[in-house]
């Protein structure tokens, strides 16, 4: 498999991958024994341990293995239950296992020395067996052993799965099989039957990483992988060919591309899987079917989940996640929801859940019952009680260690204690002799170097320098009495509210921090002290390194002296070696830099303005990228040519090589240098003698170099680790020794060469002895040119290594000796910490004499800085800050100082200008303040607010963009915001709408495509059938008939008598053509006895479709329906439930604005019942109704999305400033004197209170008497008010109930919604498991549908290859018939020609001379031919001539004496023309046999592609029945009721599958049938009776025919006496008068051509006489029209008569508002009964799309009144309709596709479509773009000439003519302008409306109608009478005309009686039924429940909701738009009058 992105394979590359089919792997024949059952392993075999080299002086045993304090924490699932208490796991090559209860390890190593990469176990079998497998070691193979527990007794060795190393392991449920999985690069999965020791399959996982793999528990062979942006499903399945693997890759489609890492295969098949950002995805088919998230779309987990576990009843998912969380999903939930595709989301909340804290859990193993082992990937072990239905759960930790990466090490010299850092900032303290965790200290930040200072610097040894990541150094002293005294480990978090030594703490300090230092603002990366002591300094990754004074003291005190920044991040420092401020700073891109620091004293820190510095000096060194290789063996062009001493030399050396074997060609190491690549980063360094050894990354060997050089001087490559980084090294014994370790976990010991060793002479030595090697091995061949000594390299002979950290994560960190030399520590990246006993004669490290302090001395404790307000700066930063605080303050007093200044001298100019304004006006001085500050700090201004703008834009945007995501995802989406609407008088009732999202674009897009592509395939079905309608409209075509040829050429001005014989000769022509056009049709009317009758082929096809035997899907001879297009019902399905939801939903959102109108209404009564309070007495004042409330965070929870502006409250102001700055303001700028309005004297009615003014006037008052009549206007005016209160108070009731029981109704009606959306979201879940077999099998069918198309079109290539020859044939029939005819032509001129010659034989023997085609003669034969001649074949008479000749024969080469020339000439001539007919027509026939047997051929090659046509027929008829049985496996839900089940079908249901063996049908259909049933039996009759019938007139009319025949034949004899009568015998007329005629006009050419020549003379003057008489003609007509013009244009300049003004009130067309209003009424009857006549038809097609068991009734139709007539002639007789009456007005506008037209436009238009040879099946295309022309033209926006002329030209071009002649079509023109002006006429007299005389006629029947309904108040009472009327006078099949139902509705609606939707529903069908009964009307009721349905609808017709109104209005000022521009643009002289 190719390297590819995950997730990017294209359909091509999944195909690729699911038909990848791995076979069996076969068993490789080695020369050892097979591996079996039976086989026993000696443990000794499978041993590993360290390698040295050949005689190497170093010990095998140098580090011998003690204990593992690590745990590679992070390595997902490393952890192994082995039983109930024991556990194991994989530390680097070491195995480890500890007894959970007692604490106890122990460890096993690898036995191939390589890295363990995985461990698993089987626990299930009694015999418990344990599978470890170990990567590759050197030359040993990965393997995998299984070993039995507890015995730990090899089992089985399973070899030859991977290349490199193992990732993962997993059992099978049985136990029986094991699945592996290979690390890079193969990646391989293979499948292990390991107790047999082979492979079953073996095959590529994926091209990435590999994390899980995983058997199903419940499906036998399959199993998943998953790992890197991947996930793969497999399945194991038995063919003929034995056991093969097929997998599948996962396509994530819109779901995001991540990591997985926890799969579980569910028993349906799915498969459950994590991702990244903690969901859960649900997998079907390869495909991720839904993701499941808790509610409101939070994620399930806050990290990845990493495994799952199912409960035994299926009910219950738990999921297990890094984030120490474990939950339980209720599944079912998941398993009936059905999200919508662009939304596939699930949500759902946890039933329980509990959370390991502080724990990420990577792993779970089952311990036993409910407790469970959790690998804790924060660094630990715990026991995990997962019973997550307990209130708490007990877990526990049972083992503490190291969060990933190991940074440092620090062995105390004073104790047995070992402290070590890591990158998870945690610092733990070990007891190196019990191996117990004594101490956990854990900081905020990462650990990133620590520094154990020496003896000389720290006499206490007990002081350690740790960095962290966050750039702050601290100086720790640790209590080892108090930690070795601990018996339980301390732990102590250390964060912002807490010091290390917690005064809290129930433990005695062990730790104290004695300083807290921030030299860098980023991480640090090394701490070193110089050999003087004087110097410490830090460096870190931002760039700096930091210098500090070191001072010597008990403890060591820190001054800082300052930063100096460096080119680059520095990796590695150095110290140079008796230089006391030389330090060598290693950095990135091979940078070395060896630089001399500043001597900077001891300052005081307040003299100090910033700590930077800079270097006195520095020397670089830039090292290149170098690699090693083994010298290649030279090629031909590095060698020199031949020559004689090559050649000696190549004897000799073959001579010396006698039976030495040719050894392989290995070349000594050479050190390349890359030109194309940078230095890599310098990790380490060291001076030497010769200069300075470095070791650069990516190059596993020292190189040595010098300051100042940039070239290599030396280098010393490290046997097997050339490409391997060195990361850590340490020189042992006096530097004698080397100490490397590598980022392969391996610990590698090398000696050092001796001085011998590496001399210059030893150097020269080596690659002398290597070119003598190279010499004798080219064989005396020489180089070409001369090599120079290369750069000296160091061999290493005595090596060591010994791996022990994992291979690919366990880069070795650091080395670390104990004190005394006897104990060895490595720690690597994986989190490993090793312990080694050093078993070597010399001291590995210098002894150095311990000096034990009595007491330790007392240090201060310094207290850890808080960092809630924020995060600590460095000593610059926080310098920085001081000097721009003290920069600040000095600002700032100096700003005081100013505004001081300023106010004085503002105060004194105030007292100046008071001053000036007291003095008298002309001794006042004019002040004037300059307006140049001013304007300057509104300059500054507007400069800050630019600035502002410029700062927040960004912001803004940002702001804008979040909103606008939120708007788009969140709120678009959805189809109404939820909110909640209450009920009034009782809040507790509500109503919410129901919840969905919008249709997308993309669903109305695919609902587009299914209906083009149903086009396309209809369509397609289509193009047979009109190409087949065209080749039979050509054959059925005559053209005129052919003029005999001799009347051709005719002379102008026949004779009279040649007059009339041409005329009767065309008369007897055209007679002929006529009778011989009425035959053939009269033949191609003649009934077909095959056909059936008309209609009979409809009627069929519809009984077959819907009566008869119902086939069920379960038969095998099923076949789906061609409309059964499943992917249209699931678009239809899901445009149903949105319909639903949301015509609910409205009715839910007008509900809410009713409300809304309802509270306004309620304010409007309160305020009106207030003012009415203030007139009636206190006593009968109402209380006015309360108001409803509106919570607006219910009931408009959208308000809280609008955007409102904020106001920004200033800061205030005093009253005393404000005060002083208005006085300011007035002072400083002159104030402008503001008039005081004028109070009106008078207040108008129109702005008073009339009620409270008035009252005011009427009130009584106990000062005055009231007179009577204000009493009683008092009175009147209290009783109205008290009236009008009630009345408010009633109306205010009436609507609040209304309300309520509206929102009540609302809510019932809500749950017949949500169960009709449920059973829509029912068979919408059945209708995609149909899509889902439809998909899987669509390819194939795909496959099969392309095999027969391709075959079929194959066919259909040689039927047309067939049809071609036919074609030709005839025309060569064609041809033939036309040589024969011309040679009959020779014969008749041959005998014209010798008609009166008397050497007629003679001629006639050599025209009738014979042509034979010549032969092809061989050599051998004679050249003589042959000839013979012929007599002629006619009885004709010889002339006297030729009998007087008697028999002399006459040579025919020589023309006899007497003999015409010419006539003999002639002969010859006509006879050289027959000749070459004749070879024409022999060659003619030849051609036809040649196609006649390509046709017979062809013939052959159809009936084998017919043969394999059928087959691949047959293939895709089973395919589909396959499908089809797939298909009926999907169930569907049917609800029945039990009055819907029949007895018989109850019978022996027991159990849930009782009616399962039922068919559902629908019970209407049924009746139906039964009733077909009786019909059929009826028919039966008829039809015996009508073939009685039918056998009587067969019979008589054979006797008719044989009469007819008889009295033909006594015509014919006595035509044939007649012809002999008059004749002389039976000759035709016909050619006896067209002999005639051929003589009469040979005679009128003759006499034509002597007298032709007057004659055109003649015809020519008459002509030019011509032509000068209609020159002066066009002179004169062109002087004419030039005198008109020039009067025109005076009369335009000087007046322009007006047109008349048009009365408003008289519409265009002559119409009247009468009939006008009529028109509206009519049309708008017209579209309610097409909207119906839609929606039949969307019900019947969905009804005939759905299955049978869907089936729906169809819709209730009428049947007419049956009829009197006799059914015996049921097809023969056509159904006649009586004529109608002609419609006033236009059904159909103008602009519609469908025009009603007659018979003559239909002519016209197939003329059109003749004249242009196009087909007649585009009439329907050629009408619509000539009707959707035709408004323009009515208009004026365009003429009739350039609609046709375009038209026309459009046509010609899209069937292939030449546009540009299309003038010569004139006739296609003048058809298609015909056809134009005959619609635009039929549209004009349909515009200007009916006659008079029909207006009049329905006015009369109107006034009838309402005269008859009377003046009764309501509708219902009025439509009975109306309607009896209209039946006592029309007959019932007019009564529902558009015309008779236009004058009902008039008749009942007008100004008086208007029409409403409530006066509609309060018709009662059954009350005006009784009305016309009564009315004297008897017809049968099912004909009057039509009439009343038919009028109920023209009713509702007429009701047009608010919205329909608005667009009609909409459209009618777009059409007057539309016509005024028009106008304005058609005439321009108003445009100019205007513009005067």
């Not at 939930?333 to 509990?354: F, H, S």
């Not at 193009?1023 to 053209?1039: F, L, V």
């Not at 009709?1316 to 099998?1337: C, D, I, S």
């Amino acid at each position: 498999m190719a390297d590819e992105e995950p997730g990017e394979h294209g359909e091509g590359e999944e195909e690729e991958e699911q038909e990848k089919v791995e076979e069996p792997i076969a068993e490789e024949e080695e020369t050892v024994e097979e591996e079996s059952v039976l086989t026993e392993y000696d443990p000794d075999e499978f041993l590993s341990g360290a390698v040295t080299s050949l005689d190497a002086t170093i010990p095998d045993d140098l580090f011998e293995f003690e204990h593992s304090y690590g745990y590679n924490c992070h390595k997902y699932f490393n952890l192994c239950a082995c039983d109930d208490s024991v556990v194991c796991w994989s530390s680097g090559s070491i195995i480890t296992f500890m007894d959970v209860n007692t604490k106890q390890t122990w460890f096993r190593r690898s036995t191939t020395g390589g890295s363990v990469g995985n461990i698993t176990s089987y626990r299930r079998d009694p015999n418990y067996r344990i599978a470890i497998a170990e990567g590759r070691e050197g030359h040993r193979d990965p393997i995998i052993l299984l070993y039995t527990w507890p015995q730990m007794d090899i089992d089985a060795v399973l070899r030859d799965g991977t290349s490199n190393a193992y990732s993962i392991l997993d059992f099978s449920p049985d136990g029986e099989l094991l699945a592996s999985v290979g690390k890079e690069p193969d990646y391989n999965l293979t499948i292990w039957n390991w107790k047999k020791h082979r492979i079953l399959l073996r095959t590529s996982a994926f091209t990435f990483d590999v994390n899980t793999v995983m058997f199903s528990p419940y499906c036998p062979g399959q199993l998943t992988t998953a790992g890197a942006a991947h996930i793969k499903f497999w399945k194991m399945a038995h063919t003929f060919t034995g056991l093969k693997l097929k997998g599948e890759l996962g396509r994530f489609g819109k779901t995001e591309i991540c990591d997985v890492l926890g799969v579980y295969p569910m028993p349906d098949e799915k498969v459950l899987s994590g991702c990244e950002w903690g969901n859960v995805l649900v997998w079907e088919a390869g495909l991720v079917k839904l993701e499941v998230t808790q509610r409101g779309r939070k994620t399930c987990h806050k990290a990845p989940v990493i495994q799952f576990m199912l409960s035994p009843a299926g009910d219950e998912v738990t999921t297990i996640a890094r984030d120490g969380c474990v939950r339980a999903w209720y599944w079912d939930t998941v398993e009936q929801a059905d999200p919508p595709e662009d939304d596939p989301y699930v949500e759902l909340n946890p039933v329980a859940e509990t959370c390991v804290p502080g724990c990420q859990i990577m792993c779970l193993k089952h311990q036993k019952d409910m407790f469970w082992y959790a690998q804790d990937g924060n660094g630990g072990l715990w026991t995990v009680e997962l019973e997550i239905d307990k209130i708490e759960c007990n877990h526990r930790k049972v083992l503490t260690c190291h969060a990933g990466a190991i940074v440092a090490m620090a062995a105390l010299r004073s104790h047995p204690i070992l402290v070590t850092a890591g990158q998870d900032g945690a610092l733990q303290a070990y007891n190196t002799e019990t191996h117990l965790l004594l101490a956990r200290y854990q900081f905020q930040a990462g650990v990133t170097c620590m520094l154990y200072p020496p003896v000389d610097v720290d006499e206490t040894s007990c002081i350690i320098m740790v960095g962290f990541a966050d750039g702050i150094m601290r100086t720790l002293f640790i209590h080892p009495d108090r930690l070795l005294a601990q018996t339980t480990m301390v732990e102590v978090r250390v964060h912002s509210a807490l010091t290390i030594h917690s005064e809290d703490s129930i433990h005695a300090d062990v730790l104290d921090l004695i300083c807290l230092l921030k030299p860098h603002s980023k991480s640090l990366t090394q701490i070193t002290i110089n050999e003087q002591r004087t110097l410490l300094v830090t460096c870190g990754e931002d760039s700096t390194i930091f210098m500090y004074r070191l001072v010597i003291d008990t403890p060591f005190r820190l001054h800082r002296l300052g930063f100096i920044e460096t080119p680059n991040n520095i990796a590695y420092m150095t110290w140079k070696p008796e230089e006391e401020r030389v330090l060598l700073l290693c950095g990135q891109v091979g940078f070395i830099m060896e630089a001399l620091l500043p001597d900077v004293p001891i300052r005081d820190y307040s003299q100090i303005t910033t700590f930077k510095l800079d270097f006195v000096s520095y020397k670089e060194i830039l090292v290149k990228k170098h690699f090693m290789r083994n010298r290649p063996f030279p090629t031909e062009e590095d060698l020199a040519s031949i020559d004689e001493e090559a050649i000696k030399a190549k004897e000799e050396a073959e001579k010396e090589k006698d039976d030495e074997e040719e050894e392989e060609w290995l070349g000594e190491i050479q050190l390349m240098e890359s030109e194309s690549m940078l230095g890599t980063t310098i990790t380490w360094a060291q001076y030497c003698e010769e200069g300075i050894w470095v070791v650069q990354r990516g190059t596993g060997a020292l190189l040595l170099v010098r300051p100042g050089n940039n070239k290599i001087l030396k280098y010393g490559p490290f046997p097997g680790a050339w490409c391997d980084d060195l990361t850590s090294l340490k020189f042992v014994c006096d530097n004698r020794y080397l100490i490397v370790g590598t980022n392969t976990g391996y610990v590698r010991v090398v000696r050092m060469p001796t001085d011998e060793e590496d001399s210059p002479e030893q150097h020269h030595m080596i690659w002398m002895m290597a070119q003598q090697k190279l010499l004798k091995k080219l064989k005396g061949r020489r180089l070409a040119k001369e090599e120079p000594q290369p750069t000296p390299r160091i061999d290493y002979h005595d090596t060591y290594y010994l791996p022990m950290h994992d291979r690919y994560t366990g880069a070795v960190t650091c080395l670390e000796f104990s004190s005394d030399g006897k104990r060895f520590y490595t720690s690597g990246a994986d989190g490993n910490i090793f312990s080694y006993i050093v078993n070597f004669d010399e001291d590995i490290v210098p002894s150095s004499p311990r000096r034990r302090l009595a007491e330790l001395p007392k240090v201060e404790r310094v207290r850890e800085p808080s960092t809630l307000d924020g995060e600590l700066m460095s000593h610059e930063q926080l310098k920085q800050k001081e000097e721009y605080d003290k920069m600040m303050a000095i600002a700032n007093a100096h700003k005081k100082r100013v505004r001081d200044q300023l106010a004085e001298i503002s105060a004194e100019y105030n007292k100046i200008i008071k001053a000036n304004r007291a003095l008298p006006y002309s001794q006042q001085i004019d002040v004037t303040l300059d307006p140049r500050p001013l304007q300057v700090q509104e300059r500054e201004l507007d400069e800050c607010k630019a600035l502002t703008k410029r700062k927040l834009a960004h912001q803004l945007e940002a702001s804008d963009l979040g909103l606008h995501k939120m708007y788009s995802r969140n709120i678009i989406q959805l189809d109404v915001f939820p909110f909640t609407l209450k009920c009034i008088r009782d809040p507790e009732v509500m109503i919410r709408p129901l919840r969905q999202k919008n249709l997308s674009q993309a669903f109305y897009n695919q609902l587009e495509e299914v209906h083009q592509k149903m086009a396309e395939a209809a369509l397609r079905g289509r193009r047979a059938e009109s190409t087949a309608r065209r080749a039979a409209a050509r054959k059925s075509s005559w053209g005129p008939p052919r003029v005999a040829s001799f009347l051709l050429g005719l002379p102008p001005k026949p004779p009279h008598p040649l007059k009339k014989a041409l005329r009767n000769y065309h008369i007897r022509l055209n007679r002929h053509h006529l009778q011989f056009i009425e035959w053939q049709e009269h033949l191609s009317r003649k009934p077909d006895p095959n056909a059936m009758p008309p209609g009979a082929a409809e009627a069929l096809k519809e009984a077959e479709a819907t009566i008869g035997n119902r086939l069920l899907k379960t038969q095998p001879d099923y076949v789906a329906p061609p409309g059964h297009n499943t992917q249209l019902r699931v678009c239809l399905a899901r445009k149903e439930i949105y319909d639903t939801k949301r015509a609910f939903n409205e009715k839910v959102l007008e509900l809410r604005e009713h409300k809304l109108k309802l509270v306004k209404r309620m304010k409007d009564i309160g305020e009106r019942l207030g003012e009415i309070r203030v007139e009636i007495p206190q006593k009968m004042a109402k209380p006015p109704p309360p108001i409803p409330q509106i919570d607006d965070d219910l009931e408009f929870p959208e308000k809280n999305l609008e955007i409102k502006p904020v106001v920004i409250k200033g800061v205030p102001r005093t009253a005393a400033s404000r005060k002083t700055s208005e006085r300011r303001k007035s002072t400083l700028y002159p104030q402008q004197r503001i008039r005081q309005p004028r109070v009106p004297r008078f207040v108008p009615l129109s702005e008073s209170r009339p009620l409270a003014a008035s009252w005011e006037i009427l009130k009584a008052r106990p000062d005055q008497e009231s007179f009577p009549i204000e009493a009683e206007i008092r009175e009147r005016r209290i009783e109205r008010h008290l009236y009008e209160q009630d009345m408010l108070l009633a109306d205010a009731e009436v609507s609040v109930q209304q309300f309520d029981s509206r929102l009540r109704q609302l809510q019932r009606e809500r749950i017949r919604v949500q169960e009709k959306n449920q059973l829509l979201e029912l068979h919408l879940y059945q209708l995609h498991r149909e899509m889902n077999v439809l998909n899987r099998f669509e390819a194939h069918e795909d496959r099969l549908a392309e095999r027969v198309y391709a075959k079929l079109m194959q066919v259909r290539g040689v039927q047309d290859q067939i049809t071609d020859c036919e074609h030709r044939i005839e025309e060569h029939e064609a041809e033939k018939e036309r040589l024969d005819a011309a040679c009959q032509d020779l014969q008749r001129q041959f005998k014209r020609l010798v008609q009166d010659n008397k050497f007629a034989d003679f001629l006639r023997r050599i025209f009738k001379k014979k042509y034979r085609p010549p032969r092809e003669r061989d050599d051998d034969e004679s050249s003589e031919s042959e000839s013979s001649s012929s007599s002629s074949e006619e009885e004709d008479e010889g002339s006297l001539d030729s009998r007087d000749i008697g028999p002399i024969r006459l040579d025919p080469n020589i023309c006899p004496e007497g003999c015409d020339v010419e006539v003999y000439n002639k002969t010859y001539e006509l006879r050289n023309t027959r000749h070459k007919h004749e070879q024409d027509i022999i060659e003619q026939d030849h051609l036809v046999d040649l196609l006649r047997k390509d046709i017979d051929a062809h013939n052959k090659v159809k009936r084998k592609f017919s043969v394999q046509l059928e087959k691949r027929k047959n293939d895709l008829r089973e395919f589909m029945m396959e499908k089809q049985s797939c298909m009926n496996e999907v169930d569907q839900v049917v609800i029945l009721r039990y009055d819907q089940i029949r007895a018989s079908a109850l019978r022996g249901c027991t159990g849930p599958d009782g009616l399962s063996q039922t068919v559902v049908f629908p019970e209407q259909l049924l009746a139906r049938l039964r009733k077909r049933v009786l019909e059929l039996h009826d028919e039966i009759k008829q039809q015996k009776q009508r073939h009685k019938v039918n056998k009587t007139h067969l019979f008589r009319m054979n006797i008719d025919l044989r009469e007819m025949e008889a009295k033909a034949e006594e015509l014919r004899a006595k035509m044939r006496d007649v012809l002999t009568r008059k004749l002389g015998k039976p000759r035709r007329v016909d050619r006896t008068l067209d002999d005639l005629l051929r003589q009469m006009a040979r005679r009128h050419k003759f006499s034509a051509t002597l007298g032709t020549l007057p004659q055109i003379m003649m015809q020519l003057r008459s002509w030019r006489e011509r032509h000068g008489a209609l020159e002066k003609k066009y002179l004169t007509t062109l002087e004419k029209y030039s005198d008109r013009l020039r009067l025109a244009a005076a009369l335009q300049a000087d007046v322009l008569p007006q047109k008349p003004q048009k009365d408003p009130s008289v519409m265009a067309g002559g119409y009247e508002q009468e009939q006008y209003q009529r028109d509206v009424v009519r049309l708008r009857i017209i579209r309610s009964q097409q909207e119906q006549q839609m929606k039949a038809l969307r019900e019947e097609i969905l009804s005939l799309r759905l299955k049978p068991l869907s089936y729906r009734p169809p819709m209730e139709t009428v049947s007419p009144p049956p009829s009197d007539r006799s059914q015996i002639y049921l097809f023969q007789v056509p159904h006649t309709s009586r004529q109608l009456r002609k419609k006033y007005f236009p059904i159909t506008p103008l602009g519609s596709v469908q025009i009603v037209y007659d018979v003559n436009v239909m002519k016209l238009l197939y003329d059109c479509l003749d004249s242009m040879r196009v087909t007649r099946d585009d009439a329907d295309e050629l009408l619509r773009e000539l009707t959707a022309e035709l408004p323009d033209v009515i208009s004026g926006a365009k003429s009739r000439f350039e609609v046709v002329d375009s038209l026309v030209r459009k046509w010609l071009l899209k069937y292939g003519g030449d546009p540009s002649m299309y003038k010569k079509q004139t006739r296609a023109f003048d058809a298609l302008a015909a056809l134009a002006d005959r619609l635009i006429r039929q549209h004009v007299e349909a515009m200007e409306g009916t006659d008079q005389q029909s207006h009049k006629i329905m006015e009369s029947l109107e006034a009838a109608l309402k005269d008859v309904s009377g003046l009764r108040k309501h509708l219902h009472e009025r439509l009975g009478p109306a309607l009896a009327a209209l039946l006592h006078t029309t007959e019932l099949a007019d009564l529902g005309t558009e015309e008779t139902m236009t004058s009902l509705v008039n008749s009942l609606i007008d100004d008086e009686n208007p029409l409403s939707t409530e006066s509609i529903d309060s018709i009662n069908i059954a009350d005006v039924i009784d009305d016309i009964k009564d009315c004297g009307v008897h017809l049968p009721m099912e004909d009057l429940k039509h009439v009343v349905k038919i009028a109920i609808d023209c009713l509702k017709a007429q009701l047009v909701g608010t919205e329909e109104a608005k667009q009609i209005e909409r459209d009618v000022q777009k059409a007057m738009a539309d016509a005024k521009s028009i106008a304005s643009t058609k005439d321009p002289s108003t445009g100019r009058s205007d513009t005067k």
